[in-house]
């Protein structure tokens, strides 16, 4: 009995000690990648006339026979930039692991390689990691190869002591195998005792023995994807799918593994593996893992409103978005936003929500079928982060938006610290992400360190690694955090269904036009209204009261800080009447002989970003408040009639209309 009661023991404590490994294996870390596009100088064409041979590799250096690739567009997990003269490109904040970057230059065949994303510096390593683990290429083509240490946990060290056996049949510079004689060869990693070997195939073009592979590529409908490439390793054999996402890839190596892709919107969306028998065929169906966005136009970024300087910098944000499984609030969907990735049984990842900045309307992006969505090239924000706004069918949430920032060489002192969102009430069961940012003497913000966060309240609990706050029961509790000596709290207050009303109304300006575009928001509360072509605006779930403070907005800028009675249970409506402010003109001016633009074109090291903004000349950035004539002239009489007639409206109009 006793020898019972030790065996239950030791496989419950088994078993916890199991589970907290596989709840670290969960963990999401984030790492950044950077390096170059490179090309032969030697042109090798494929099967449909393209130039092949591109590869990506973080040597400065071009490898021998081999040039950058300027303007190239590089993919990584829906993350789009667009290399310099120089062929650089760079990735921050990608999930640490193997993954799969897609380049595609004009005039060539798109290659994907896999990459080693670490998010470690240190650590003990048990074994290595090393991509690509199989690869065939032609004589001419180069293969970069990358190492990494894996800890017991699988998570993946950066290592700078790795020393390489390199292949035979051909050079080696600095992790580039540069294929030369055909043949099967053997690359090995070393690190003290541990190893890791990887196989490269130089095959022969002029070899008899062949194979064919067909098969069918369905989109995440089931139907068939038009017009996808599929490549094959670094061979420049390329087929093209039609008009049924049926494909043919004649004359491929037999007897070799081949890692075939799937591309569709020129990224990486699926993959397989096939070995070949000689002269004999082969079918291989694929079906998409993902729908990747279009590619990003050629637009240049904008800039925001308060930038004039042609040296602007700028920053890469990313985050997450969660539909919630609120039972109790069926009828009231809500929107988790957060900076990292979540695992949890009541989160459904998000995908195909509209997000854009508020301050920066050009820049707009949709969610990828994890959730994620990301933004780069984007200016600096100022005193305040920027917010972002997310559109998720019929219903809008906005959210401050965290950015974390690159550790500066000189870290400048912190003498404050905001905590946003700086208002919080929530319903029970909702969740929300909570962050603070450090401030420098001149309230500037500057890079925000780990913080110490305290909560204190029975009403919710808080995950202080995620920085997640789950609302539980119902009252108030204080949150509190921490840096040295320097201390903030913001109070966060939970409050029933019951308690809350709807609000519908409509916004005009003096002259009764509709304002369309506005966001409406009550501060506290993530759900916002946005007025559509009508002026008309909806918010759900507000806090009851007789006078609920609001906020409009336009381009992230409060015009107005109206009132309005909201009656527990009911639908309240209210009018609002807004002067748009008219925006300054700008003190600098165009040289003589170029045209004034609103927009910077980023220098060449710069991204170009993963979102879409309209040109200034296709969306105006004034909002269209009134018609104006076809033909209009300076000495328009209308003109001057209205704008008399606007100026004896704001006049009379009440003041308290705020």
């Known amino acids: 009995m006793r020898v019972i009661k030790y065996a239950l023991v030791f496989c419950v404590i088994f078993s916890f000690l199991l589970g907290c490994e596989e709840e670290k294996k969960d963990k999401t870390t984030f790492g950044t990648i950077e390096g170059y596009i490179y090309a032969p100088k030697k042109e090798i064409k494929n099967n449909q006339g393209l130039l092949a041979g591109l590869f990506f590799c973080e040597s400065v250096k071009a490898p021998p026979g081999f040039e950058p690739v300027a303007g190239a567009k590089v993919n990584l997990l829906n993350v789009w930039y667009t290399t ?22 004009s005039g060539y065949q798109p290659a994907v390689q896999r990459v080693i994303i670490s998010a470690l510096n240190k650590g003990a390593v048990t074994s290595l990691a ?61 690190l003290d005792e541990l190893s890791k070997e990887a196989e490269v195939v130089v095959w022969d073009p002029t070899s008899q023995e062949t194979a064919t592979v067909t098969g069918k590529v369905v989109n995440l409908e089931g139907k068939g994807a038009m017009n996808s490439p599929i490549i094959v390793d670094a061979l420049p054999i390329m087929g093209i799918t039609d008009n049924k996402g049926e494909y043919k890839l004649l004359n491929l190596p037999a007897g070799v593994l081949l890692n075939i892709f799937v591309l569709h919107n020129k990224a990486y969306v699926s993959t397989g593996v096939v070995q070949l028998e000689k002269w004999k065929g082969k079918s291989l169906d694929f079906a998409f893992t993902f729908t990747p966005p279009q590619e990003p136009s050629e637009t240049p970024v904008p800039l925001s409103a308060s930038s004039g ?21 069926k009828d009231l969907p809500f ?47 100022g005193e305040e982060p920027y917010s972002i706004l997310v559109v998720w069918e019929d219903n ?12 500066p060489e000189e870290k400048l002192p912190i003498h404050k610290i905001s905590l946003y969102p700086k208002e919080c009430t929530l319903m029970p069961e909702e969740k929300l992400f909570l962050f603070g940012l450090g401030r420098g003497r001149k309230d500037e913000i500057v890079f925000t360190p780990q913080l110490s966060w305290h909560w204190d309240g ?39 269904l019951e308690d809350t009303g709807t609000l519908k109304g409509e916004i005009k300006d003096p002259l009764g036009t509709p304002l369309s575009g506005l966001v409406v928001k009550v501060p506290g509360i993530v759900r916002v209204g946005v007025t559509d072509s009508k002026g008309a605006f909806s918010i ?19 015009i107005s800080q109206p009132v309005a009675a909201i009656t527990k249970g009911q639908e309240n409506t209210k009018q609002f009447t807004v002067t748009i402010p008219t925006p300054s003109p700008t003190t600098s001016q165009p040289a003589e002989g170029t045209e004034a633009t609103p927009a910077l074109t ?35 009489v209308g003109t001057k009639v209205k704008d008399f007639l606007r100026k004896l409206f704001v006049r009379k109009s009440p003041k308290n209309h705020k």
Request: hydrophobic share 35%; proline share 9%.
């Open 602 to 636: 980023p220098p060449a090291e710069q991204p170009s970003s993963v979102i879409t903004p309209a040109s200034p000349k296709e969306k105006p950035t004034q909002p269209a408040i009134e018609k104006t004539s076809t033909t209009p002239t300076p000495t328009n």
């Open 335 to 381: 929107v988790l936003y957060s900076q990292s990735k979540l695992y949890s049984t009541d989160l459904l990842p998000l995908s195909k929500a509209n997000v854009s900045i508020e301050e920066l309307p050009e820049f707009k992006t949709t969610t990828g079928e994890d959730g994620m969505f990301q933004f780069t090239s984007l200016p600096l924000p």
């Open 396 to 407: 809008y949430f906005a959210f401050p938006f965290f950015f974390q920032q690159e550790e």
């Open 130 to 190: 090393v991509v690509p683990q199989s690869i065939v290429v032609v004589p001419g083509e180069a293969v970069y190869f990358m190492a990494a240490g894996e800890n017991k946990l699988g998570e993946l060290i950066k290592l700078d002591a790795i020393k390489w056996i390199p292949p035979k049949g051909g050079q080696w510079q600095g992790g580039v195998f540069i294929a030369d004689k055909p043949g099967r060869y053997k690359v090995i990693a070393n």
């Open 309 to 329: 300087s042609e040296n602007i910098a700028t920053t890469k944000a990313s985050g997450y978005l969660y539909q919630l499984n609120l039972p109790e609030n």
């Open 84 to 105: 310099s003269k120089e062929g650089f490109c760079k990735f921050s904040n990608i999930p640490a692991g193997i993954q799969c970057l897609t380049i595609n230059a």
């Open 458 to 496: 029975e009403i919710g609990k808080f995950e202080e690694k995620e920085q997640i706050f789950t609302a539980e029961t119902i009252g108030e509790g204080k949150m509190e955090v921490t840096y040295g000596d320097i201390k903030e709290e913001l109070n966060i207050k939970i409050i029933p």
């Open 540 to 558: 759900k779930g507000i806090p009851w009261g007789e006078k609920v403070p609001l906020e409009i907005l336009k381009d992230g800028k409060v």
